[in-house]
């Protein structure tokens, strides 16, 4: 193996916003990539959610602050590559002390039966692209450093046009500067918090022994991690490739290709602060997706991959007050917990509102179950049931989320 190059950031690294790419195709090897356009920000309120609210429906105006995204990342510009007609194979992207490494091929292009490698410096993380690809994120690596490996048949010489180019890298922060963001939000007293009193949050696997159906559904409960920096969950909806998010989160099918989805990604006991490897795929299209609803309904790639974790089902009665409830979550992007405890309701969390404003009034319910940043997107999910009552979407302690039975109606025939 030739000796690796190192690729780092040439400058100071910067925060990077969700990009939206407009509408345009892109041609390789002959082929067309056509490029989504984005859909329209403010798109109509639907007949059906007309219909289903009783009256003309508009939205209203929200507060940002409830929505509660936030980088925990940093995207570097890199200008780097592996071609066949270089001498080294490998390359080696770090940023120190990063808690992960996401690189990005701005071209990725390759002979029949030659492949690139990105992994982690031991091997135990590693994810193979046999493909053509461009503009397209490869699979994190946890910790600060990713080997980037060319295999190719030919030994040495060709064309400087085919292999990787690396055009930039995420660095990830650590698991505590994260938990230090998580905390400096709880210890804000604005109202927009979605911690409601003390965080009664539990790891899944406390549960295992005690509640095992809770555990069992929150398998089909994922952590996304969209554009290298920015936090939501999502969970499979129904037997097939489904899964539901917020549109808070991501609108259209080539932002889903820039997220993974992380399945099994839970502790390995209770307690303790060491997490199960998760099984990491890509979303793959957009199906449907509201602003009025706050939900982008979409595929994953490599489906039979994840598809032993289950799935849940949108509950076909209407949530009532009261009603017992629990939300399966990755909050701060951790892994999975489940809020299902909350004093402020005297001890399990409840619906507290059955009907309550959200983008479009009387769209959501309501509760004090808590609930951070990275939760975007859990299923809030009956206790008597286990079916999903409602897509939790906002803080604000009642925290809220949209009524599962109003997505049925607009989306029911695609899941």
Known sequence: ????????????????????????????????????????????????????????????????????????????????????????????????????????????????????????????????????????????????????????????????????????????????????????????????ESICQGDEKRASVCYRTSYPNVVAHAEPVARLLIDGTVLCTAFRVGESNRLLTNHHCFTETQEAQATEVWFGYDCVACGADIANPPVKVHGSEVLATSKSLDYTLFTVDDFERIERFGYLELADQAARSGDAIYIPQHPAGRPSEIAMESSVDGGNCVVKHDTYDGYVADSDISYYCDTEFGSSGSPVISRDSHEVIALHHFGGCPNSGVNAQLIQKEIGHLI
Do not use: C
């Open 1 to 192: 193996m030739r000796k690796p190059r190192t690729g780092q950031s040439g400058g100071e690294r910067k925060r990077r916003k969700l990009i939206l790419a407009a509408a345009g195709s892109i041609a390789l090897g002959g082929a067309a990539f056509v490029v989504p356009s984005a859909f329209a920000e403010d798109e109509p309120v639907t007949a059906v959610l007309d219909d289903a609210l009783g009256g003309t429906v508009e939205l209203l105006p929200v507060d940002d602050e409830l929505l509660g995204l936030v980088d925990v990342g940093e995207v570097a510009e890199l200008s780097e590559s592996l071609t066949y007609a270089d001498d080294a194979d490998v390359l080696k992207v770090t940023g120190p002390d990063a808690g992960y490494v996401k690189v990005h091929f701005e071209r990725l292009l390759l002979n029949t039966g030659d492949f690139v490698t990105v992994s982690s410096p031991d091997g135990a993380e590693s994810y193979r692209y046999e493909e053509s690809l461009i503009d397209r994120w490869a699979t994190s690596i946890t910790g600060d450093t990713a080997i980037v490996e060319l295999h190719r048949e030919s030994g040495s010489g060709g064309s400087s046009a085919l292999g990787a180019l690396i055009d930039k890298a995420a660095y990830g922060l650590t698991a505590e500067e994260v938990d230090g963001l998580a905390q400096e939000r709880a210890d804000d007293a604005r109202p927009e």
